[in-house]
C-alpha cells in the first residue's frame, strides 16, 4: 500500500512512498514520534498498560506510584485533553496525518476534527448497528451516532479525564429516551506548521473504576455515560482504518 507525500518541487505533486499500517510501542514512544507532512492512517498498538495525560496536564492528577504498582507506565502526551487509560486489547487507536494544502487541511481547530467524526458514525452504523447496541446490553433504546460540532463541552472536573468530556469532531450515541450523549470515540490532536495529527480512540468498554484507583483529583460522573462498542471493537477499528484511508485519499497496506 502506499501513501503520498507532496513533492519539494510542486505542491501539486505527489510521491508515492511505504505506508506503515501497524505500529506497536511503549504509549510515551508512540506519543512522541514526530509529525511528518504526509498524509497518513496508522493503527497503533500498546505493548503495555498505560495511563496518559494530557499535554498541559501535571503528573500530580494521578497516583503515578498506585499505577506503576499495578503495572501501569504514566506517560504525557503532545496532544491536549484529559487522562486515557490503555490496556493491550481494550481499545483501538488510529492516528490520522493531514498535511497543510491537502483537501482536508482547516485551520480552524474545531472544524478539522468534524470529517473524522462522521467517518466513525458511519463505521459505527455499519459495524454495531443504527439502534446504538454497545458493550451495555441493556442499553436498547432508540438512539444513533451523532459528530459533536460544537465546543469543548465539560466543566473542570470533567476535562480531567478525557472520556468524561465531549469536544469537536468527537462521537457521541444520543439516547433519545434518556436525554443523554454517550461519547464513543475520543479525538485529540497536535499541529505543527506543516501538519496535523488526529488521534483518535474508541474502547471495548470504558471502565470508570480505574480511573477512580488510580486518579488524585475527582473522577466526573460523566465518566460513566461512556460506552464502549463491545465485542465489534476489532471489527469497528478494521472498518474505521480503512474508512478514514479512503476519506485521505490513501491505500492502507495490507
Known amino acids: 500500500g502506499v501513501d503520498h507525500r507532496r513533492s519539494r518541487q510542486g505542491a501539486g505533486r505527489l510521491e508515492a512512498i511505504p505506508l506503515r499500517r501497524l505500529v506497536r510501542g511503549d504509549a510515551g514512544a508512540l506519543h512522541d514520534r514526530p509529525i511528518e507532512p ?27 506510584a498506585r499505577a506503576e504498582a499495578s503495572g501501569f507506565v504514566v506517560v504525557r502526551r503532545r496532544s491536549g485533553g484529559g487522562v486515557v487509560i490503555l490496556q493491550p486489547g481494550d481499545h483501538v487507536w488510529i492516528d490520522v496525518t493531514v498535511p497543510r494544502g491537502h483537501a482536508l ?6 472544524r478539522a ?5 462522521e467517518a466513525w458514525c458511519e463505521v459505527l452504523r455499519a459495524e454495531v448497528g443504527a439502534t446504538g447496541a454497545t458493550a451495555d446490553s441493556t442499553q ?27 469536544g469537536p469532531g468527537e462521537v457521541v450515541r444520543s439516547d433519545a429516551t434518556a436525554g443523554l450523549s454517550r461519547k464513543v ?7 505543527t506548521k506543516d501538519a ?12 470508570a473504576s480505574l480511573y477512580e484507583r488510580f486518579m488524585r483529583v475527582e473522577v466526573a460522573e460523566s465518566l460513566r455515560r461512556a ?25 492502507l497496506a495490507v
Open 38 to 64: 504526509i498524509a497518513r492512517v496508522e493503527v497503533l498498538e500498546i505493548e503495555r498498560p498505560a495511563v496518559v495525560l494530557g499535554s498541559t496536564q501535571s503528573f500530580d492528577v494521578v497516583d503515578v
Open 105 to 110: 487541511w482547516l485551520d480552524d481547530v474545531e
Open 113 to 117: 476534527t468534524w470529517w473524522l467524526g
Open 140 to 166: 436498547s433504546r432508540a438512539s444513533d451516532w451523532s459528530v459533536h460540532r460544537g465546543k469543548l463541552a465539560a466543566t473542570a472536573p470533567e476535562r480531567a479525564v478525557c472520556f468524561a468530556s465531549i
Open 185 to 191: 470515540v475520543g479525538i485529540s490532536q497536535r499541529r
Open 196 to 207: 496535523a495529527r488526529f488521534q483518535c480512540t474508541a474502547f471495548r468498554e470504558v471502565d
Open 227 to 251: 460506552v464502549g462498542v463491545g465485542e465489534a471493537l476489532e471489527k469497528v477499528g478494521s472498518r474505521a482504518a480503512t474508512q478514514l484511508a479512503e476519506r485521505l485519499g490513501v491505500t
